[in-house]
């Protein structure tokens, strides 16, 4: 699996989000990818490519073969999001 943020740099939100997504990303280390996508500038088409339309988004890809993408709509911290990533 991997999971990858699309995040806007002014976005307020993906600020306080920001610590979590980095703590994840230790946590998960050699488990799961965990990237994140500035949706701004060069990063639109990515963005676009993925419906992303708010920040901040958490998209998960490889669970499921019929979509290539699935919105994450569980807690926001990094708790919440490697529980979901290790079940």
């Not at 999971?3 to 920001?18: A, D, Q, T, W």
């Not at 488990?31 to 988004?57: C, F, K, M, Q």
């Not at 807690?75 to 290790?86: L, M, P, Q, S």
Request: hydrophobic share 35%; charged share 25%; with cysteine.
């Amino acid at each position: 699996m991997d999971s990858k943020i699309f995040y806007g740099p002014f976005c307020p939100y993906c600020v306080e989000l920001e610590p979590h997504w980095e703590k994840t990303a230790k946590v998960l280390d050699g488990v799961i990818r965990v990237g994140a996508v500035n949706g701004e500038g060069d990063g639109r088409l990515i963005r676009d490519s993925y419906g992303v339309t708010t920040y901040p988004t958490i998209k998960y890809f490889g669970l499921s073969r019929n979509k290539a993408s699935q919105e994450y709509m569980g807690e926001r911290d990094a708790k919440g999001i490697v529980n979901f990533a290790i079940e």
